[in-house]
């Protein structure tokens, strides 16, 4: 039910129409309506009404009854109407098909393989033997070259405020608006010459000029604690996703060894992508 069929109307036009009662037993095969030999089913119904915007969903169950009920049969009637489909109308129909068929297959390959006992074993892999992690509550005064920021040292140096500094001359605007602060973080966060100053800089005391890809650094790192490891459920959604991926991963590789595959467009130019033309 696209904009563009110009069917979306008889809703509006329906609401007083109450749709066919419905006896007890129906499926999703039960007919409920016939063009032309081509059976149009509940199911159908149901299936389209889930594929519609939550403000149509919402509308009383009389009025999108028939509107669905109408659009189907006048869809069908169009679609029948059509003798020859266009290279590019036949691809769309594969395309949306594979998309469909695929996806299908692919949540059936999460649903088995996210389990209570996979994520624990992702979160055993993870963090069962792993070290304390340290965190840093660290602020710095970013600039442009060596010399503009050996001359904001010199004034920390001889007692001027650090935030004040950072609000006043980072160039990273984003921290420098807060004093320069950059909040807590790990290992991992920042780049390697950033991280590796701090890593090796003293509580409270300013450390640089530190160069990275960004510029010029001044750095005070304002403490330091021992990161707490993260809980299951903390990770439950990062860990599902990682399952997820090597079980889809897996799959696909299985299928594929299994399949007789020929990869004739391996030597085809990549341009041939941008001939329209040639579905049209």
């Known amino acids: 039910m696209t904009k563009r069929s110009g069917f979306w109307p008889v809703l509006a036009l329906t609401a007083a129409l109450a749709g066919p009662a419905l006896a007890e037993g129906e499926t999703a095969d039960t007919v409920v309506a016939t063009v032309n030999g081509t059976k149009i089913t509940l199911g159908h119904m ?4 889930e594929s519609l915007p939550p ?3 919402q509308l009383p169950d009389d009025v999108l009854f028939k509107g669905i009920y109408e659009q189907l049969i006048q869809q069908e009637v169009l679609a029948q109407s059509v003798k020859d489909l266009t290279p590019r109308a036949k691809a769309t129909i594969e395309n949306d098909r594979r998309g469909l068929v695929s996806g299908i297959a692919i949540d059936g ?3 088995e393989a996210v389990t209570d006992a996979a994520l624990q074993a992702a979160y055993d892999a993870r963090f069962k033997d792993a070290k304390p992690q340290t965190e840093y509550n660290a602020a710095h005064i970013l600039v442009e070259t060596e010399e503009e920021a050996k001359a904001i040292k010199a004034e920390l140096d001889a007692g001027a405020d650090f935030a004040e500094l950072a609000k006043a001359k980072s160039t990273d605007t984003g921290s420098g608006a807060n004093g320069g602060n950059l ?5 991992g966060m920042m780049v390697k010459p950033f991280e590796d100053a701090v890593v090796a800089a003293k509580v409270g005391e300013v450390t640089g000029p530190v160069q990275s890809e960004f510029g010029w ?3 005070l790192v304002k403490e330091t604690r021992v990161a707490e490891k993260p ?3 903390q990770m439950r959604d990062e860990l599902a996703a990682e399952v997820e991926n090597k079980a889809i991963s897996a ?3 299985e299928l594929t060894k299994g399949a007789t595959v020929t990869r004739e467009g391996e030597a085809l130019d990549p341009a041939l992508l941008k001939k329209a033309e040639l579905i049209d």
């Open 46 to 49: 149901i299936a389209l009404r």
């Open 251 to 253: 799959r696909v590789e």
């Open 183 to 187: 909040g807590w973080f790990g290992l």
């Open 217 to 219: 650094h001044l750095i």
């Open 109 to 111: 390959i999460v649903k």
């Open 55 to 57: 403000e149509y969903q």
């Open 231 to 233: 809980t299951l459920d």
